[in-house]
């Protein structure tokens, strides 16, 4: 029997015009989503990379500021939790020594006003403070009739400092005695001075 060459074994299997078309359509919009995937992966890393760039160089410009300051090296930026519970620790510790500080009598404004406006005649001899008081005494010339009584110039003079007296229990002398120096007679007096708490 003879045998028909001309038969195509493939006519059935081949697709019709219009699912070649669906399918290429369907190919093209995959392939477009697959590139607008790649353009968003594409930004996204790059936003990623600048700002790991970005963070990299504040980082190395913080730490090398930061090494400038004495007793600081690069090793304490190894454990960035040790460094905070450091800080935390000082920070509590300055906030006790401002409260501790906060009681206690401030020395200097007391100081400033008791030797504010002492007469030229009037010089310190020596202070010291003791619990809740300043002890002082001033070397001045002895009281007379033409001079008066620098004594108590000075109390009037400290009585009348209303900064001085918010900051003051009382001033009062203790102990005085004459002093010759040379030809000079001088008069040492020792004040008391109780401050406020």
Not at 27 to 45: D, K, P, T, W
Not at 65 to 81: L, T
Not at 153 to 179: C, D, Y
Request: aromatic share 10%.
């Amino acid at each position: 029997m003879a045998a028909d060459y001309r038969i195509n074994l493939a006519k059935e299997l081949t697709s019709s015009f219009e699912m070649r078309q669906r399918f290429y359509t369907g190919m093209h919009l995959y392939l477009g989503l697959c590139f607008a995937l790649l353009v968003l992966v594409g930004y996204l890393a790059t936003v990623n990379v600048i700002s790991w760039m970005t963070n990299r160089n504040e980082r190395r410009e913080l730490v090398a500021s930061a090494s400038r300051i004495p007793g600081i090296d690069y090793s304490s930026f190894k454990d960035p939790d040790k460094l905070y519970r450091d800080l935390n620790a000082y920070s509590g510790q300055l906030a006790s020594l401002r409260r501790s500080l906060a009681g206690r009598p401030q020395l200097l404004p007391v100081i400033h006003n008791l030797f504010l406006d002492l007469p030229e005649s009037v010089s310190l001899q020596s202070l010291s403070a003791e619990d809740g008081k300043l002890l002082f005494g001033l070397v001045m010339p002895p009281a007379s009739e033409e001079g008066g009584d620098p004594v108590r110039e000075l109390r009037t003079a400290w009585e009348s400092n209303k900064e001085l007296m918010k900051r003051v229990a009382s001033i009062r002398p203790l102990t005085g005695e004459r002093q010759t120096t040379g030809t000079k007679s001088l008069f040492y007096v020792k004040f008391e001075c109780i401050l406020n708490k």
